[in-house]
């Protein structure tokens, strides 16, 4: 018997094609609260203090009084960082060991422990619970913890080797001392991320290097790192923002004075400290504002353009 078709029903109506179906009332709602309520807090909380210390590094106040009080010197907040303060190239010079610092030691020993702890080796969440715990501190607790071991007269160092080095007080070291509590603390954050980036990439290019007789080592340089490039380029805006918020650590030590200046601390001690120049403090806030930017607008537009292709 041949298959006979039914015949479709001329009540049955399709759907109409491109009406797009709205959001009843209550999610519609929810959806505008979502977005509109983490807006108005980035707004008020970030962007607002931001334009406020852009507007304020051109002009003089104490702090105290109304806003009529505020002097508009133009530029010249600006030109005295760089002319007469003595201490903003020392603070640009020492951001800048500590980036280089930081690019060189964790985030390559934080790189390093992501690879050995990827081959899934016995008790490898042990030692990434172990290695990663420093990243939930806070840098003020890490100072005080790495002061266990820094104290002049009951420092772990100086017991074990006889010395009587001032690690935190002698600017010769200081600086140093807080670049290994530093990297204790970065060396965790780094290997997270490169190991999530490990367990992303695909097995088949591991397959392929081993069958072409490639070694680990190589095949990580050339196949695996260059496979992981947003990663890198993560690590490389993490490391900078770093090495420019560092503020908390020389903040609890010595509040970024005797050879730790450094940009945010510079910032803090004419904003909060006994100077209480907003104005000079804003500009070097601006200033510090600038140079992250620079990195952060590298980094999204080499972002964007890798999703456009």
Do not use: C
Request: aromatic share 12%; proline share 4%; hydrophobic share 55%.
């Amino acid at each position: 018997m041949a298959h006979v078709e039914e015949a479709p029903q001329q009540g049955a109506s399709a759907p109409p094609q491109g009406k797009e179906k709205k959001l009843p009332a209550r999610d519609r709602f929810t959806v505008i609260t979502m977005v509109t309520v983490p807006l108005a807090l980035v707004v008020l909380l970030v962007w607002v203090p931001a334009l406020l210390s852009v507007v304020l590094s051109f002009g003089r106040w104490n702090g105290f009084g109304d806003l009529d009080t505020i002097e508009w010197v133009g530029l010249q907040n600006y030109e005295d960082i760089v002319t007469i303060y003595p201490a903003f190239w020392p603070a640009i010079q020492h951001n800048l060991i500590w980036l280089g610092f930081l690019v060189v030691f964790p985030t390559l020993l934080g790189m390093l422990l992501a690879v050995v702890l990827d081959r899934e080796m016995k008790g490898s969440r042990v030692y990434q619970t172990a290695f990663y715990m420093p990243v939930v501190l806070s840098l003020a607790l890490i100072g005080f913890i790495w002061q266990l071991f820094y104290s002049r007269d009951q420092g772990l160092i100086n017991q074990v080797f006889g010395s009587e080095v001032d690690w935190y007080g002698d600017p010769d070291v200081n600086l140093w001392a807080v670049l290994v509590a530093t990297a204790w603390r970065h060396t965790g954050y780094v290997m997270l991320i490169y190991l999530a980036g490990l367990k992303g990439v695909d097995a088949s290019l591991r397959e392929a290097a081993a069958v072409d007789g490639a070694n680990e080592v190589k095949t990580f340089f050339h196949v695996i790192f260059p496979v992981m490039r947003p990663i890198n380029l993560v690590v490389v805006v993490i490391v900078v923002i770093e090495s420019l918020r560092a503020f908390d650590l020389v903040w609890v030590i010595n509040k970024g004075r005797n050879g730790l200046e450094v940009i945010g601390a510079l910032v803090a001690q004419n904003v909060v400290g006994e100077a209480t120049r907003y104005g000079f403090g804003s500009a070097l806030a601006v200033v510090m504002m600038l140079i992250s930017s620079v990195f952060i607008t590298l980094y999204l537009r080499t972002v964007f353009r890798e999703e456009r292709s």
